[in-house]
């Protein structure tokens, strides 16, 4: 099957299109293009501000250890400039005239001092490596406490807007890099200091010989750095092309798209999609790869024609006598340790600019989190309801031209069972979120018992409201916990959890599964069962009916329920009429019959109110939907 896709007449179909255009920008490509867009010098520019902020993570994170990683990569620095001394003086010993046993005495002090040198920078290793390893836990849990602190707390709205999604996409990879930013600053300090520590030793050894490192290992820095950016620059290039694949790669060998993918024969069509995007992505690769190719290899000949001059310098000094052979042989070995060392370099300064990008978008977030806060709350302690007034509640969601919830007013009494009805869209669910408290209208007001509800306390108001929302989420616990969430400031009472499940028709389900109540709800743990809709509607009821406040808001509670269980959960929510305050919002009108009143929404306004006989009577909008309803249980025409 060819893809659906708008071709040009009298021009050539594009081998690449497919059923998945433009794809949006994710989080992790920013610090990627900051990367390959940033000059060499702005790279440079920006090192000092990104170890500035790595050390300051660290630091509020566990002080001690920072200074130990410090303090001993410092010193291990200071251990390698002696310990190349230390080899000069070896081979002095060594290279002197006579028998070799006695050589071999003359070179055993420094020889010692070597291994003593050795074994101290060994020791320093393992205490960096020690406050390294304990530093990066800390630091995680620095950085997404403070993360998931903020992200619990935003306003419920806050996740309707792209932008704040944007934002806390690349906030979690900036919480992810910011161990990554810590340890490519450690790397790079201890990198540094080895290439300082090489640096000082020639220059003790012999002043020419600083030259000679020079010219060995700077031209291969700069080669490695150059094939870092192009790299960076090929990655970045194939990013929408990934994507792609990895979402083909979903939809062919994954579970949850299998059924339809064989019930509809998409194998085919799956596959040419895939074939398009491969064979686009493997050209391009392939030209990109050359580039790096070629890149790498100009490097690496420059690196090798660089040190291979400073042999030749080497051997032109040992003749001239500017040099002894020791310091010559010394000499050999410092290049070739500053030759790795300035390799880490190049490498942790690469790592340290990408994280830091990431790292940014984590302290932007952060700095910007403060705009999709609630608004500063009241103190008052919310009493049992006797009334509620909702008076002209207009809200509008960012991305719509008109409001989804416009000028609504209405009454609800304690005790009564409310309906909202309407079709989809009306704004029934946004009025039920509203009056939640999950959102904050533009314009009008509500009260709970005349008290405005922004000066109440919003967790004790909270408290008081049980919402079983239709769109329902799936937790990864088992079928008990699940349900003791209801309740989570309570602990768990198997009895009530039992009881709860008995009200949602939940019980005899519950009990069926292979480990009843202890049964995971997740496939991805060991015996982990999946539910269908149905069964999980049920849990989600339970764990409202657990809560057992006076006020339950219940939205399509039943959507997906079997009728012998949609009639049980119903009986339960009519038992609470006359005592606790009910909010039913469902599609079938014949289970909000006993409601006291029946709001009905239209395009998010109230269109008519009254009670079932009410409605009927006034032959609108309710009465029409119920007798459409009503036919698919009647013979009449």
Known sequence: MAATTDAVPGQPVDSEATVLPELRSVWWESGLRARADAGILTVFAELPRLADAAFRVSWQANRTRTVIVGVATVLAGVMSTFGLLATQRVLIGLFTAGPTPGRVRAALPALFVLAVLTAIRAGLGSATGFA????????????????????TVVRLESFDQDAFADEMERAWRGCESTTQLVQATMNLLAGTVGVLAVTAAVVVIHPLLLAALV?????????????????????????????????LNHLMAVRQPATELRSYGLRGFLLDQYDRVMNAETVIQLRLARRVTITTSIGAAVGGIATTAVYVLLGILLLDDQIPLSAAATGVIAVQVAQRALASVTYQ??????????????????DRAEQYLPAASGSKDPQALHTLNIDRVTLAYPDRDTPAVADVSLTIQAGQTVAFVGENGSGKTTLAAIIAGLRTPDSGSIRWNQTPIEELDPDALRRRITVVSQKFYEWPFSAATNIAMGDIDTPPDQDRIENAALEAAAHDM????????????DRTFAQGQDLSGGQWQRITAARGFLRNTDFLIMDEPSAALDARAEAALFNTVKARQGSKTTILITHRLANVRHADTIYVMHQGRLAETGTHRQLLTQQGLYADWYHLQKLGYTDDE
């Open 215 to 247: 010219l060995a290992t700077v031209p291969s820095a700069w080669a490695a750095l150059r094939a870092g950016h192009l790299q960076y620059q090929t990655y970045l290039a194939g990013t929408v092309r990934r994507r792609r694949l990895w979402l």
């Open 132 to 151: 390294e390893n304990g530093l990066t836990p800390l630091v995680d849990q620095q950085v997404q406490r403070r993360l998931f602190e903020t992200t």
């Open 349 to 366: 300064i690469d790592r340290l600019y990408t994280e830091g990008r990431h790292f940014r978008d984590y302290t932007d977030f952060m």
């Open 510 to 521: 519950i009990l069926d599964l292979p480990y009843g109540y202890a049964t995971m709800l």
